[in-house]
């Protein structure tokens, strides 16, 4: 059984340019949320998805959006990169059905020069 | 709105001697509650969960916590520290709501000497 995958493990990125992050939900899981976690703190709630659309976000500016897909499946997505952008990008999955579990990814380390 | 205070950035433990780390919530109903670890470079794995019911809860590596209502609080406990136990815990808090958003502490580094 699969857990929550996520790709790339790395990438580095200039400033101004987009990014898009990936994510597999642990099977069986239909909700997904994303997490920043910068160098030294705890990770930040982005935003959430459940049947391919947003239900809660963080506080976090609309360069900041996400995707998901029917197979449950979600990208986030990241615009007009700042250097502050560069964290560890954590997505979570969990089940609307079966208890309030999540799971974390190894993450996603963007670096934004 | 939730919040998480953990109030050790660093703890140091000797290999063999029992661990405690803290955590304190702010929530205006029953919280859920979760320690989760994250080694250098790494995701964050769940030790341990609390929802309801008995108090005192056991997770993965023999780790427990114990959930105090009227101290807000839902402390780590280990009886007896591995070197393989440094790392970095996470307490986080969510809401009963059926939204599964997390709020997490800023987190306390385990270091552990021989």
């Known amino acids: 059984d699969a857990g929550v995958t996520q790709s790339p493990t790395h990438l580095i990125k200039t400033r101004g340019q987009q990014v898009t992050l990936r994510c597999s939900p642990k099977?069986?899981?239909?909700?997904v949320s994303w997490y920043q976690q910068a160098l030294g703190q705890g990770p930040q709630f982005i935003f959430q998805?459940?049947?391919?659309?947003?239900?809660q976000r963080g506080n976090f500016p609309d360069r900041f959006s996400g995707h998901q897909f029917p197979n449950y499946s979600s990208e986030l997505n990241v615009n007009a990169l700042l250097l502050g952008d560069s964290a560890l990008y954590l997505c979570?999955?969990?089940?609307?059905?079966?208890?309030?579990?999540?799971?974390f990814g190894e993450g996603s380390w963007l670096t934004v020069v | 709105a939730q919040s998480v205070t953990q109030p050790d950035i660093h703890i140091t433990v000797s290999e063999g001697a029992s661990l405690e780390l803290r955590c304190n919530y702010s929530?205006?109903?029953?919280?859920?509650l979760f320690w989760y670890v994250q080694s250098p470079g790494q995701g964050l794995q769940l030790l341990l969960k609390y929802f309801s019911g008995d108090t005192l809860v056991q997770g993965i590596k023999g780790f427990e916590a114990e959930f105090k209502r009227s101290q807000s609080s839902f402390n780590l406990r280990k009886p007896s520290v591995h070197w393989s136990d440094a790392a970095e815990y996470f307490c986080a808090v969510g809401a009963n709501t059926g939204f599964q958003k997390l709020v997490f502490g800023t987190g306390t580094r385990l270091l552990v000497s021989p």
């Open positions: 979570a999955s969990s089940s609307s059905y079966s208890g309030n579990t999540i799971y």
């Open positions: 099977s069986g899981h239909d909700t």
């Open positions: 929530y205006g109903a029953t919280p859920y």
């Open positions: 998805y459940y049947e391919e659309e947003e239900r």
